[in-house]
């Protein structure tokens, strides 16, 4: 099978976001995005529904729908996924970058079995025979935890339970071995122990493959179980960043000292007590002139509803975007 030639994407190239923006029409949804992810490393993008979460991980997998525009770097070795254009982005997809979405059910083909869907990538992809991909589909149900892969590689997808839907949307994603694998929340469904397991299991493989890993939610507590470093995204933009052990223990915007804290209060709660939710509501449409947690931020200061603050360095690979820090040390 004939392959188009792509710029090296090495086994420890990473990923690097600069300086990204995407505009669904006159909206400005992601704007001036940037963050790296090492080989084998996990960032966690965090934040309340319609900060921009997933609009930034379907631009650097190049999956917007149509009518959105992308500006900015996604850099994978040397190749830049915003550049990349006709074939050399599609074999790019999969072998480069490679998304995992939120639901399973829906994203996977209802009338073809797991082998054949799984077996698809192996040939597309790597040029696998018939026999190879069939063979290939149930290695990878193995890899990815599944029992008796055999037989689940015979079944379809409403006969699959919805960890196993998951696994099997895994499978799929490193069937080429990509560099980069996105992982757009695909947890928020499953109960507590599955999401357990397949949080466990992305992590090891995330690993054992060098892959960089950018795992988008809204679950602070799944930021804990799976993330190497984080970045808070509120208003399309990245207000707070750094490693999860300083995250969780010193969170400097306030938008993150909400997110951290809402968990902790609600659990030292009595029983019968409200869940302790950040007043307020994101901004969906337009975002606020100046920074864009100030109609919510008990702390906010006059300069918060003029002018976006600029990211301050706070210590090693940590930095925030709040006024208040720039009055303090």
């Given at each position: 099978?004939?392959?188009?030639?792509?710029?090296e994407a090495p086994t420890a190239s990473g990923l690097r976001v600069q300086?990204?923006?995407?505009?669904?029409?006159?909206?400005?949804?992601?704007?001036?995005?940037?963050?790296?992810?090492?080989?084998?490393?996990?960032?966690?993008?965090?934040?309340?529904?319609?900060?921009?979460?997933?609009?930034?991980?379907?631009?650097?997998?190049?999956?917007?729908?149509?009518?959105?525009s992308i500006e900015g770097r996604a850099l994978v070795g040397d190749l830049?996924?915003?550049?990349?254009?006709?074939?050399?982005?599609?074999?790019?997809?999969?072998?480069?970058?490679?998304?995992?979405?939120?639901?399973?059910?829906?994203?996977?083909?209802?009338?073809?079995?797991?082998?054949?869907?799984?077996?698809?990538?192996?040939?597309?992809?790597?040029?696998?025979?018939?026999?190879?991909?069939?063979?290939?589909?149930?290695?990878?149900?193995?890899?990815?935890?599944?029992?008796?892969?055999?037989?689940?590689?015979?079944?379809?997808?409403?006969?699959?339970?919805?960890?196993?839907?998951?696994?099997?949307?895994?499978?799929?994603?490193?069937?080429?071995?990509?560099?980069?694998?996105?992982?757009?929340?695909?947890?928020?469904?499953?109960?507590?122990?599955?999401?357990?397991?397949?949080?466990?299991?992305?992590?090891?493989?995330?690993?054992?493959?060098?892959?960089?890993?950018?795992?988008?939610?809204?679950?602070?507590?799944?930021?804990?179980?799976?993330?190497?470093?984080?970045?808070?995204?509120?208003?399309?933009?990245?207000?707070?960043?750094g490693p999860v052990e300083t995250i969780f223990e010193h969170p400097e915007?306030?938008?993150?000292?909400?997110?951290?804290?809402?968990?902790?209060?609600?659990?030292?709660?009595?029983?019968?007590?409200?869940?302790?939710?950040?007043?307020?509501?994101?901004?969906?449409?337009?975002?606020?002139?100046?920074?864009?947690?100030?109609?919510?931020?008990?702390?906010?200061?006059?300069?918060?509803?003029?002018?976006?603050?600029?990211?301050?360095?706070?210590?090693?690979?940590?930095?925030?975007?709040?006024?208040?820090?720039?009055?303090?040390?």
């Amino acid at each position: 099978m004939s392959t188009v030639s792509l710029p090296e994407a090495p086994t420890a190239s990473g990923l690097r976001v600069q300086d990204l923006h995407v505009r669904y029409g006159e909206r400005h949804a992601v704007q001036g995005v940037s963050f790296s992810v090492a080989p084998g490393q996990t960032l966690a993008i965090v934040g309340e529904s319609g900060c921009g979460k997933s609009s930034t991980a379907l631009a650097v997998a190049r999956l917007l729908p149509p009518g959105a525009s992308i500006e900015g770097r996604a850099l994978v070795g040397d190749l830049d996924l915003v550049d990349a254009r006709g074939r050399t982005l599609r074999e790019a997809r999969g072998r480069v970058v490679a998304y995992m979405p939120q639901d399973a059910m829906a994203a996977l083909n209802p009338v073809q079995s797991a082998r054949r869907q799984i077996a698809e990538v192996l040939s597309f992809r790597q040029g696998a025979s018939r026999s190879e991909a069939a063979a290939g589909a149930v290695a990878l149900l193995a890899e990815v935890g599944i029992n008796e892969p055999e037989s689940v590689a015979r079944r379809y997808p409403h006969e699959l339970s919805g960890g196993m839907r998951q696994r099997v949307m895994l499978a799929i994603a490193l069937a080429a071995r990509p560099r980069v694998l996105i992982a757009d929340e695909p947890t928020t469904a499953l109960d507590v122990t599955v999401q357990a397991g397949i949080l466990s299991l992305v992590r090891r493989l995330t690993r054992a493959d060098a892959m960089a890993l950018v795992w988008i939610t809204h679950d602070i507590g799944v930021v804990a179980e799976i993330a190497d470093a984080v970045a808070v995204m509120y208003g399309g933009r990245i207000v707070e960043q750094g490693p999860v052990e300083t995250i969780f223990e010193h969170p400097e915007h306030p938008y993150t000292r909400a997110l951290v804290h809402a968990p902790r209060q609600s659990r030292d709660a009595l029983p019968k007590a409200p869940f302790q939710a950040i007043p307020g509501s994101p901004p969906l449409g337009e975002f606020p002139v100046g920074c864009p947690f100030h109609p919510r931020c008990e702390h906010a200061l006059g300069p918060c509803a003029q002018t976006m603050p600029p990211m301050l360095e706070r210590g090693p690979e940590h930095s925030a975007a709040c006024h208040l820090l720039s009055a303090r040390p």
